[in-house]
């Protein structure tokens, strides 16, 4: 891990700088220092300096001089105390911890600045699932508090479906954004629901967005998707890079060559045989972990940390954080206004630095974020349906039965196709139930027995009564 300079040598630069009213230049501060430091680290640490807004550059080349900026007057004005250990800054970004701005400072120097890297496997192998923790216990309990949903009691994956649709309006777009797509919100919307692609916009960002569409289908759905295996991650990452990639046989597949991250100096894992093996090895660890905050966060350090595919990577990590909260029915981390930047240099933290906290603060604040997103939408859910759970399954056996035969909707028809699993105590409620599917059935919900768009058109002008 590259050496963090000690806080105290920083401050002396600034109280020095601060001395002469017009700044100092490279040479001058080199000569006030008495040679104690090399021209290089002092531009590095001066570097660190302007990035913390501690102190400002005035002209250029050999002319540049360091100041430190006068403080705004704020007259009677008072500011709001923010929340101890967290600092906010008038640029688009999380609030982040003292640690995460320690990260922040880091990264952003300019790239001939820091130490280039390569994967670190003490990383990873110092992660013992259920003993290492990247979050706090309280801050769990937080999350726990802050995420739990109407559904919580039902099987896995209700409560992602119940507001499955807002889901793929607001995930798509906040992780397409993070990718730099430029769609609205709104663009967003009419594209999901509507298929309208936005005018004056590249193709391949309304593939973007479709792809992301698809793979939340995917995991919502169906909950036999919402697991972690490689076979669940390699499927998300041919659904996400679908129609994306250079290499078409890419999708899906854990790549075959080098890759670099661009605005980084970190190297990830080349050998692909090495990268494989590794990539089994970071999702077993995360199918061991029993809290599914932790395993959200972890699979968000340790998958773009790897870059197991050649492109994709970080949409993958941020759907596939959602699987904990999915299969536990806890509100979904849909990542709504998380600032592009925030993120990147998070991620450039893990890279160069091995350090979670800055991403830390990302995923907290992203997490709250994404609850006061919902908090309505939880508000206003029906109550689960309890005996339409409990027959859920001999539900759609029957609907789709019918359909498929070419049989009227009928209370008789449906008695000649209900399952031994039904009760007889249960067999007239459950008519009633089916009689009531019927009734709302169309082709945009047909889906969810399992019956095709042209199975369901061809049933419906056998028995739609011709006016």
């Not at 629901?193 to 479709?210: C, H, P, S, V, W």
């Not at 689960?384 to 609907?399: C, G, H, M, T």
């Amino acid at each position: 891990m590259p050496k963090l300079t000690p806080q105290h040598e920083i401050d002396q630069l600034v109280t020095l700088i601060a001395q002469q009213p017009d700044g100092m230049s490279v040479d001058a501060l080199l000569l006030a220092l008495g040679g104690s430091l090399q021209r290089r680290t002092l531009q590095r640490r001066l570097a660190l300096l302007v990035a913390q807004k501690r102190i400002q550059t005035q002209g250029e080349a050999r002319a540049m001089r360091y100041v430190v900026p006068q403080p705004v007057n704020l007259g009677a004005a008072k500011l709001q105390a923010p929340s101890p250990g967290l600092q906010f800054t008038a640029e688009a970004y999380a609030p982040t911890s003292p640690e995460g701005e320690e990260i922040k400072a880091y990264v952003r120097q300019p790239r001939h600045l820091r130490q280039p890297v390569g994967y670190k496997l003490g990383f990873l192998e110092q992660y013992h699932p259920n003993q290492t923790a990247y979050l706090p216990q309280n801050l769990r309990d937080q999350l726990h508090a802050l995420g739990r949903s109407p559904a919580e009691q039902t099987p896995a994956g209700t409560f992602a479906r119940d507001i499955l649709n807002r889901l793929l309006i607001d995930l798509s777009w906040a992780s397409s954004q993070l990718e730099g797509n430029t769609y609205s919100r709104l663009d967003t919307e009419r594209l999901i629901e509507f298929g309208e692609a936005a005018d004056g916009k590249d193709a391949l960002e309304t593939q973007m967005i479709l792809n992301h569409k698809e793979a939340i289908n995917y995991l919502v759905r169906d909950p036999e998707h919402a697991v972690l295996n490689t076979g669940t991650l390699l499927a998300l990452h041919a659904l996400l890079s679908d129609g994306l990639m250079a290499d078409p046989s890419a999708c899906g597949r854990i790549r075959h060559r080098a890759v670099e991250i661009g605005g980084s100096v970190y190297m990830p894992v080349a050998l692909p045989q090495r990268l494989d093996e590794l990539f089994g090895i970071v999702i077993q660890m995360a199918t061991e972990i029993a809290d599914p905050f932790e395993q959200a966060f972890f699979l968000m350090v340790h998958l773009p940390y790897l870059q197991p595919f050649e492109d994709v990577n970080k949409r993958v990590s941020r759907l596939a954080a959602n699987i904990p909260f999915i299969h536990h029915n806890l509100c979904p981390l849909s990542f709504i206004d998380v600032p592009q930047q925030a993120y990147v240099d998070a991620l450039i933290g893990v890279y160069e630095l091995n350090r979670i906290e800055l991403l830390r603060d990302v995923f907290v604040w992203a997490y709250e974020r994404s609850c006061q997103q919902y908090v309505a939408v939880k508000q206003t859910l029906v109550p689960p349906d309890i005996f339409r759970l409990r027959y859920r399954q001999a539900l759609s056996q029957v609907v789709a039965a019918i359909v498929r035969s070419g049989a009227a909707a009928t209370a008789e028809a449906i008695r000649s196709q209900m399952p031994a699993s039904v009760a007889k105590a249960d067999a007239e409620a459950f008519v009633a139930l089916v009689l009531a599917e019927f009734q709302s059935l169309h082709s945009g919900n047909a889906i969810r027995f399992g019956i095709r768009p042209l199975e369901l058109e061809a049933w419906q002008e056998q028995h739609t009564k011709k006016t």
